[in-house]
């Protein structure tokens, strides 16, 4: 025979409904407060304040609670409300001569920011910049007296954009492609990509278990019943990766077969991605933490017969592969969903897929390898995990393909570089 509730259950559950019209819960007996708790907890309504509402009432059974399940008193972390214009850099790879439209549509955008702007070494022809920005513009003969010319090879093409992130003094940086223009939301607004990578990168990141309302930190989200509280104060975000509509970032045997399909679905979310899980990370509109993650951002894996198009190269996949390997070591987030770009339709997959067929029987051996890839605790820094998964590709790769032994190289070579460019920065004006 079922039992019918008593009243006293029944004032618990309504209560437990109510909390947030209740100002004062000290006056009552010890056992109603932790039955109210554990009510609270089952229901999955405990949040900040909440949590608060039953501490002040100063109940040792309540703290014991608290103290058993490891809830945190300090549920939401201070966050930073204001980061400084002078704080960001936007890094451009100009791949195509005339950037006039590309600068004008951005403008609303980047006219706040300084920019960075590096020349593709290979295109001859003159850039075409509008005027109205404040900018510094990097050609050959720029990144030869910067790093060299027995080294200015790391940054043909796509890859030329690396030099940015190599002479940059600001702590967040902006990247995207030269291809790319602002996207628009579903009602029909320009999506502002710089303040929400600066959002993703200012707001915890929650690697260690999975929110199913994502981020949590996005307006309108929260943590969900079940998420255990010892985590809800997140990681920092150290790397934003961001998301394209129309053309489909297709390697290019997709693209070559899906040659009319188009990304139209906005997914308006921001997640983490798990620690322990990789992700393709594509260079096409990405912010990260320089101070933070800078080193990983290697411009390493060149493919042989390497081109002008995203689907022809592979360095942005090994260097977003670096970073979340490193990330995962270090106890970083890694942030991917909003912003999105409108990418626009340019280059021949046909043609491309002779150059790219190389890195996509690749991949095949690069997955593996990051997937088993384990750093030591000596590895502290993104620097020291770049120089350990440089020596592991080396030695289990380098022997499968030169083209791996040549990546090797070039990380470590890369580390050697950011430490040199740095130290030149902090005792000069200008690199």
Known sequence: MRTSPSLLSLTIDSAVLNLSNIA??????????????????????????????????????????????????????????????????????????DLTSFMNEWRPMFSRFHIIIVKDPDLKEELKIPEGFNLDVYEKPDIDRVVGSSTSGLFSGYACRYFGYLVSRK????????????????????VD???????????????????????????GADFV????????????CAFSSGLWLNLVDHDAPSQALKARQRNSRYVDAVMTVPAGSLVPISGINIAFDREVVGPALVPALKLAGEGKFRWETMEDIWSGLCVKVACDHLGLGVKTG?????????????????????????????????????LSREATTVADCVVEVANAAKERLGSTDPVFARAAKAMLDWVNLWKLVGSISSQSPAV
């Open 193 to 219: 990509a710089v303040a929400q990578h600066i959002t993703n990168l200012t707001t915890p990141a929650t690697p260690f278990f999975f929110n199913t309302l994502y981020d949590p930190f996005t307006e």
């Open 24 to 97: 004062d819960l000290s006056t009552l007996p010890d056992h109603i407060v932790i039955d109210l708790f554990l009510g609270t907890l089952r229901a999955g309504k405990l949040n900040e304040r909440v949590l608060k509402l039953f501490i002040a009432t100063g109940k040792d059974n309540v703290f014991s609670v608290i103290q058993a399940l490891n809830i945190q008193v300090t549920v939401t972390p201070v966050l930073p409300t204001t980061i400084k214009d002078d704080e960001i850099d936007i890094v451009i790879g100009a791949i195509r001569s």
């Open 225 to 236: 019943r079940g998420y255990p509280f010892s985590l809800r104060s997140g990681v920092k």
């Open 338 to 374: 909003l912003p999105y770009v409108r990418r626009i339709d340019r280059g021949d997959p046909i043609v491309s897929l002779k150059k790219e067929w190389e890195g996509v029987k690749l991949t095949e051996e690069v997955v593996p390898f990051f997937q088993s890839v384990r």
């Open 171 to 190: 702590k967040y940086i902006i990247s995207v492609d030269d291809d790319c223009l602002p996207a628009q939301d579903p009602k029909g607004f320009l």
